[in-house]
């Protein structure tokens, strides 16, 4: 696909979803979704990237507002109203993502006498911490492209609010995890459990944040106010067991890797261990993924949104092994992680085969690609032009492949 062909399909891709979900032309009730407007901010910063169509540079500051206005306060179905923070309106405007953000299901949020129902707590809403992290990263992202010093401030702010409310703590005060999922107003647990991977999102997002919050405030990271939730974070992380089957989570792996090895301060030996157990991780499960066969199944029995995150992390792999060519960086301490990268490298043509095979879905499609139609195009525009998605600086200009 040549980049003439990635833009016009990314452009045509977003346009669709920003018509379905009443991005533009604005609509009364607009159907936001934290996950999927994540991607979609990127997906705009990247079209801005390549055209300079100032459309695409509104579009992305549009989605945000529209955000923050929608899944920043109480649902409309219910009695409680206004900031899920408590702000009054101005001071909520000012700071939007100070009681975090809602993840948009299409259900109200399990009751706290209600008995949890595993199949419906998929479609209730709340909190979910993997979601909050995908938007600080569209935060950090805007912030850096656009000189944001806004949206600086609100994934600084967005960071603080989720550690504080997802930690999980024994009496003594040490954290012994993240919750998964936790009520719109951050009160109690729906599900307690920790995800695989919640805590090295956590960590290198949070790192992100206070990367950008140097760049872009002119603020010490060490006076940001993430210091100790990164360490602890951090903590979590050492001694993890990455490894996964399923493709969304290889891809966010890989996705992981990529953002961890461009950020600064590589000499920290404990990262560069953890940088190296991520990638090992990733490659595991890749392997694993393979030989099951997952990508041969018939097509009612496959996600095209997790196919697609899969492909966006092989994207990324590139990216990885220039970093590690990077003698600035300590990478060379690490010759061992330079292997696993050469041994990952030739998989990343699967993202082109994947690519292919979803996008006469995107263009003609049947009643499974419409049951998940938003977040299958926005991933699939991802997938197609990824440089502002897997960037932590400067974009990063992906070769065609």
């Not at 602890?232 to 067991?241: K, T, V, Y």
């Amino acid at each position: 696909m040549t980049s003439e062909h990635e833009t016009a399909t990314t452009a045509r891709l977003m346009a669709a979803f920003a018509r379905r979900t009443g991005l533009s032309p604005a609509a009364d009730n607009p159907q936001r979704y934290l996950w999927t407007d994540a991607f979609a901010v990127c997906n705009f910063l990247e079209l801005f990237e390549r055209t300079g169509d100032q459309e695409y540079r509104r579009a992305a500051t549009a989605l945000i507002e529209q955000v923050h206005r929608v899944l920043g306060r109480f649902r409309r179905d219910e009695d409680r109203k206004g900031w899920i923070s408590g702000l009054d309106e101005e001071a909520g405007r000012r700071h939007p993502t100070l009681g975090g953000l809602r993840i948009g299901k299409p259900l109200k949020e399990r009751g706290a006498d209600e008995i949890i129902d595993e199949r419906l707590e998929w479609d209730r809403d709340g909190q979910y911490f993997h979601y909050l992290t995908k938007w600080m990263h569209a935060l950090c992202r805007t912030a850096f492209l656009l000189r944001s010093q806004e949206c600086a401030q609100w994934a600084g702010e967005l960071a603080q609010t989720a550690f504080k409310a997802f930690a999980r703590r024994l009496g003594s005060g040490k954290l012994v995890g993240v919750c998964w999922k936790m009520s719109t107003d951050l009160s109690r647990p729906l599900v307690p459990a920790m995800g695989l991977h919640d805590a090295l999102d956590g960590f290198i997002t949070f790192r992100e944040v206070q990367h950008v919050i140097v760049k872009i405030l002119g603020v010490d990271a060490a006076v940001s106010g993430l210091s100790q939730a990164t360490e602890a974070l951090f903590a979590l992380c050492e001694h993890g067991q990455w490894a996964t089957d399923d493709p969304l989570g290889v891809g966010g792996l890989l996705f992981d890797a990529c953002r961890l090895c461009q950020l600064p301060s590589q000499e920290n030996r404990g990262e560069l261990r953890l940088l190296e157990d991520v990638i090992q991780g990733s490659g595991e499960g890749l392997m694993i993924m393979l030989k099951t066969g997952y990508l041969k199944r018939p097509v009612q029995h496959r996600l095209a949104f997790r196919e697609l995150g899969l492909a966006i992390g092989l994207r990324a792999v590139p990216i990885i092994a220039n970093e590690f060519q990077n003698e600035r960086k300590a990478f060379g301490s690490r010759p061992s992680a330079r292997r696993l990268i050469d041994l990952l490298l030739p998989y990343e043509r699967l993202s082109d085969e994947i690519i292919d095979f979803w996008l006469p879905y995107a263009e003609n499609p049947d009643e499974s690609w419409k049951a998940h139609q938003d977040i299958n195009e926005v991933m699939l525009a991802t997938a197609i032009a990824p440089s502002t998605f897997l960037s932590v600086g400067e974009r990063i200009p992906m070769q065609v492949s």
